[in-house]
């Protein structure tokens, strides 16, 4: 009678481990991401307070983590990618399942999730910096304004074949100033490489640091550091030049056969909701996507901004061609 119970207790107490097992796994998910700690910090502490589901995180770049959940394809222990240009996931769109958000509808059209698998979430826009103090009378407000010749030598721009934040601004350039073969498009690139006396900044951050610091007048750069800038009180003013601002977009995206599949869906949900994107705008210097989100004093908002959809499969296909013109050119003024 005794071993009796003792089996039936055990029989009773089984289901109720495998049922708690169960529930631990469902309320899982495993994230990887590029992503800065502040973006970070900003969404997945409140996705697991409002839904109870724990988030693995693994952390590193876009390259490696691509690497990584192609190298796990056949058994996938991520279950969502946050983070990584829209590009990433086109060119590797066979990494990642179809899901298209309910809530994808309310954001802008060019940034609606038309591939089907990349969710757009905050956007990368190309800008001006203007050091605010020091630029006196000189009126800067697009990219012509930037062949004045009370600037000439007083310029930082980056160089396109080393800096990817520099390429995305040739890239704009050419896109607005008439075409990326336009032969006009680059006889601007030439006039400005002139302007520089063909000196181009040691990397990115040198672009902006030498405007807020006064060695510079005019920075040619990317939002998010520029804005920074303005937001930590330095005595800088962001610009959006006149003939159009390319903003691309960072995506997320849910690995093919992930393991919570559920739960993915939930976060690619939760991140375009406006909850968040109010948070991203208000805290962060991370733009939102979604267009009516509210974005600091210090951010200006989207719809106050003449913006350009970027060819990005023409970009992709020739961005090679692009550089090695760019390259040819700078050698002929050098």
Known sequence: ???????????????????????????????YSPNSEGLINACIPLFEEKTGIKVDLIQAGTGDLMKRIAAEASDPSCDVMFGGSQINYFTQKDLF????????????????????????????????????????????????DLLKPELKGKISAGDPSNSSSAFNQLSNQLAVMGGYESDTAWKFVEDLLKQVNCEMASGSSAVYK????????????????CVQLVKDGANVEVVYPTEGTIFNPSCAGIVKDAKHLDNAKKFI?????????????????????????????????????????????????HKADIIKRYKDLYASLA
């Open 210 to 225: 030498s405007v807020a610091d006064g060695e510079k007048l005019v920075g040619v750069s990317y939002e998010d550091p």
């Open 97 to 144: 399942q179809n899901y298209v958000s309910g809530n994808d509808k309310n954001l802008p059209a060019a940034f609606q999730n038309k591939a089907g698998y990349a969710t757009s979430y905050v956007l990368d826009g190309r800008c001006l910096i203007v050091n605010k103090q020091l630029i006196g009378d000189v009126v800067v407000k697009s990219y012509a």
């Open 269 to 317: 949900d939760f991140i375009i909701t406006s909850e968040v994107q109010n948070i991203l705008g208000s805290s962060l210097t991370n733009r939102p996507v979604l267009a009516d989100a509210k974005v600091g004093s210090y951010m200006t908002p989207i719809k106050d901004i003449t913006t350009v959809v970027e060819d990005t499969d023409y970009v992709f296909a």
């Open 1 to 31: 009678m005794k071993k009796f119970l003792k089996v039936l207790l055990i029989l009773s107490v089984m289901p109720l481990t495998a049922c708690g097992q169960t529930e631990t796994k469902d309320l899982a998910l495993t994230v």
